[in-house]
């Protein structure tokens, strides 16, 4: 489908290769989670771990090539796998945590020494540098991209489809309009007429002048003409066209929502000019019941990127 939404989550993990390239025996396992949800432009967070930070300019980059609207928030983790041994840190990583505890305690006296929790938590790198996790981390975000567009793609082929629903929906409510349309013109010609006699005082057996009668039927067909409602079924038409087209499939996803928010905006301003022309109780209730479906069609566009 031609369409994305902008809704999505995906996750992916991966064990951690040791330093030397060998992925066996680490017992470490990273994981990155990417969720996206409906916004104006392109919105971007992080949440990585602090000394991961260097790697956020790269993630932004992966993003902003495949992604063109959402607020997308991308979260990475660092933790032991289920069922593997807890490591260690060696006395080299002890002794070096030591150093550093003393040296915050020689200028900081009252600051809380290291739990064994810290300790292991500052240990489990299993001395790989941010520039050791760098490529796995890239992988990884690949990967979760790849399964946030799939879902942002199976959700824009649901959307889609709810749309096109709608469209085949107002384009019977708009059938059912166009025959009411030469009723309504009449019927208001009609009632000119009747008020015009009325003004002009007129008896039941009397005759119009010719003059006050050629004016009588002027006015009555330019107002006619006014409550005429044929141009705005035209546009309305119009409009459910273009909208049926921006939804099919059309090979690349492409970034359609504002342009059919545009679309929403003009089909409730024809809806809302038909119910503002309409004389008739039933044109009255075909207007009300096309601004409840575009009500809702402008609802599910919010998502669409």
Not at 215 to 234: G, H, K, M
Request: aromatic content about 4%; charged content about 25%; hydrophobic content about 40%.
């Amino acid at each position: 489908m031609a369409t994305h939404s902008m809704t999505g989550y995906a996750s992916a993990q991966a064990p951690l290769a040791s330093p030397d390239g060998t992925t066996p025996g680490t017992g470490l396992r990273l994981g990155l989670d990417i969720r996206s949800v409906n916004s104006r432009f392109l919105d971007l967070s992080f949440r990585l771990p602090e000394e991961w930070r260097a790697h956020e300019g790269t993630l932004r980059e992966l993003l902003t090539k495949r992604l063109q609207r959402g607020k997308v928030e991308v979260r990475a983790s660092f933790e032991q796998e289920s069922g593997a041994t807890l490591a260690s840190p060696s006395p080299r990583q002890l002794q070096q945590l030591q150093n550093v505890q003393d040296a915050v305690l020689s200028w900081l006296p009252h600051a809380a020494p290291l739990s064994v929790a810290d300790v292991l938590r500052l240990g489990s790198t299993h001395g790989r540098t941010p520039e050791d996790v760098g490529p796995a981390l890239l992988a990884l975000a690949n990967t979760a991209l790849e399964g946030l567009l799939q879902a942002r793609a199976r959700e824009g082929t649901r959307l889609a489809n709810t749309l096109l629903e709608r469209t085949a929906q107002l384009r019977a409510l708009a059938q059912q309009a166009q025959p009411l349309i030469p009723q309504l013109v009449e019927q208001q010609r009609q009632k000119f007429l009747e008020r015009w006699r009325e003004a002009m005082a007129l008896g039941d057996n009397a005759v119009l002048p010719e003059a006050a009668q050629d004016r009588a039927l002027s006015e009555a067909t330019a107002f006619a003409i006014r409550i005429d409602v044929a141009e705005e079924l035209t546009r309305l038409a119009a409009h459910l066209d273009e909208i049926d087209v921006l939804l099919k499939p059309q090979g690349p996803a492409r970034s359609v929502g504002k342009r059919l928010d545009f679309l929403i905006q003009e089909l409730h301003r024809e809806a809302n000019t038909l119910g503002a022309k309409s004389a008739l109780l039933e044109l009255t209730r075909i207007s009300i019941d096309m601004k409840v479906l575009i009500e809702q069609m402008r609802e599910q566009v919010q998502n669409l990127e």
